[in-house]
């Protein structure tokens, strides 16, 4: 058995006088006394009193920020403020040992940017300890909600073969010497020398495959992660982010939005409710950061009442339509202060539209529907053409306010020549599909699906303002440490 108590229930404890052992790491140690000890149980350090007369001088000088200790004493109330409970300590060993001055995370204030750089031991503050709790909880609570509704999780490949989206942002996978490139007579890459014998990419999304589940199980979700090489170097993406991607036989795409709306809350509202203190802290946290900002850059309101307001509200929805009639209309583009004006129908939004249109118009999430065909992925199903004879497609993106998209989705086409026409016309070969198309010759059925970037859902949660923060090791151009 263990000996030692984690301190997330130490601190719960009321077993006074009871002995007890912690085992962490040593955040502070002040006045030769106290030592504030974390190990990750929880955001909150337990503090363990030493009597230095009684504790030999080279085991003093070894507790250091940083360094591993045993400690065996008393579980007693405190005297001192600040904490309910202490370790009245009889007994000090050092497990590991960290040099005084080299250790990194000195006990003060680390910026972000900083803490980014060693991403290794970031971990150890009490902000990343907050953050992938909270990234633990709402990504439990995506297993409970699917689990709940009788949702298969199903595991789709990483490395595949086709390009799920169709917008050619792929991470070539191979094993060709690239010194030496197999080459075919007309001068093209050989890649039937490659591993796979053919060319191979690691996956931009699992919902083509998904579609193939959806489509024998009913309801299925792939939870893992995914990979773009668009070169994107914003607060916003990542080249490896998590995508939730749920698919669903006989959905439209209202019972689409409602499943996404419901996900959104339920996840939220879970992590509200398991993970209160952590959120507290971070709520905190970002009142501290804005407390630099102008007044009118700050949060109206601040993360816990955001959370809330979320959950108590329903999403906007919105055809794309009329969200360019808003867009046309508002102030920043008839005084061209966005960078794109918005000119005409058939635009594609920039996020400087998506967050007009969620922060300064809605002031809610959004679901904007029934998109542009030309600005969409080629599996959309298809809306007839309006009186206007523009053509439309059954998108819908989740907006949310100081992330801007954090889902996208649609109903797919499931009609076999309406979507080979589409394929044609974009350029995908139908040969390189035949597996895919299948599902539209035997037995297909209206379906629908979405994916979520789970790091733009761990941002909101979290209050935090970069995509790198809410990812333990993030991957964006020209980086990857670790
Ligand atoms: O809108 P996307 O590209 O949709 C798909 O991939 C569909 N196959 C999903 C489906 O219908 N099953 O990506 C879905 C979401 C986006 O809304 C965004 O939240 C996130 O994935 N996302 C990214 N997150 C971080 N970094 C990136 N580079 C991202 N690209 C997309
Ligand atoms: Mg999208």
């Not at 996978?173 to 014998?197: A, S, Y």
């Not at 979520?452 to 949660?461: A, H, I, P």
């Amino acid at each position: 058995m263990m000996e030692h108590t984690r301190i997330k229930k130490l601190l719960l404890s009321e077993e006074y006088g009871k002995e007890v052992i912690v085992k962490g790491w040593v955040r502070t140690f002040r006045n030769n006394q106290f030592i504030a000890i974390n190990d990750g149980s929880s955001i909150h350090n337990i503090q363990a009193v030493i009597d230095f007369t009684n504790t030999p001088e080279d085991i003093l000088k070894r507790i250091t920020t940083g360094a591993a200790v045993r400690v065996k004493g008393q579980l007693v109330e405190s005297m001192g403020k600040g904490q309910r409970v202490e370790v009245k300590a009889t007994e000090v060993a050092i497990i590991g040992d960290s040099h005084p001055e080299k250790y990194p995370l000195q006990p003060k204030k680390h910026s972000l940017e900083f803490l980014r750089e060693i991403a290794h031991l970031r971990f150890r503050t009490t902000t990343f300890n907050a953050i992938f709790k909270v990234r633990n909880a709402l990504a439990f609570a995506v297993h409970k909600f699917f689990n709940e509704r009788d949702f298969v999780y199903m595991h789709t490949p990483i490395i595949t073969g086709s390009d799920a989206e169709g917008a050619g942002e792929m991470f070539r996978v191979t094993t060709l010497d690239l010194n030496h490139i197999p080459r075919t007579k007309d001068g093209q890459i050989d890649f039937k020398e490659d591993f796979f014998g053919k060319s191979t990419n690691l996956t931009v999304s699992g919902q083509l495959e998904g579609e193939l589940a959806a489509l024998a199980f009913g309801n299925i979700y792939t939870f893992g992660p995914t990979f773009r090489a668009e070169n994107s170097n914003t607060t916003r993406h990542l080249a490896e982010f998590w995508m939730i991607e749920p698919e669903m036989a006989f959905y439209e795409i209202e019972d689409n939005m409602d499943l996404a709306e419901a996900l959104l809350k339920y996840v939220i509202k879970y992590a509200l409710e398991t993970c209160p203190e952590e959120i507290e802290f971070l709520k905190t946290r970002l009142l501290d950061e804005e407390k630099s900002k102008p007044q009118n850059e700050r949060s109206e309101l601040n993360l816990v009442e955001k959370l809330n307001f979320v959950l108590d509200h329903d999403f906007e929805r919105v055809t794309y339509t009329n969200a360019i009639e808003i867009l046309k209309r508002s102030k920043p583009n008839q005084k061209k202060q966005f960078k794109y004006l918005i000119e005409e129908w058939g635009a594609d939004l920039q996020s400087e539209h998506e967050r007009y249109l969620v922060e300064k118009h809605f002031k809610k999430p959004v679901i904007l529907t029934d998109y542009p065909r030309e600005i969409k992925s080629f599996y959309m199903k298809q809306n007839a053409p309006d009186a206007e004879g523009r053509q439309t497609v059954k998108a819908m993106d989740i907006l949310f306010p100081g992330i801007g998209e954090m889902v996208g989705g649609s109903q797919r086409e499931e009609n076999l020549d309406k979507l080979l026409a589409r394929m044609d016309e974009v350029g995908i070969p139908a040969e390189e599909m035949e597996w895919f198309l299948d599902t539209r010759r035997f037995g297909s059925v209206p379906h629908s699906g979405f994916g979520v970037g789970f790091e733009r859902l761990v941002l909101f949660t979290t209050g935090m303002t970069n995509i790198r923060d809410v990812i333990p090791f993030p991957r964006t151009p020209n980086n990857a440490e670790f």
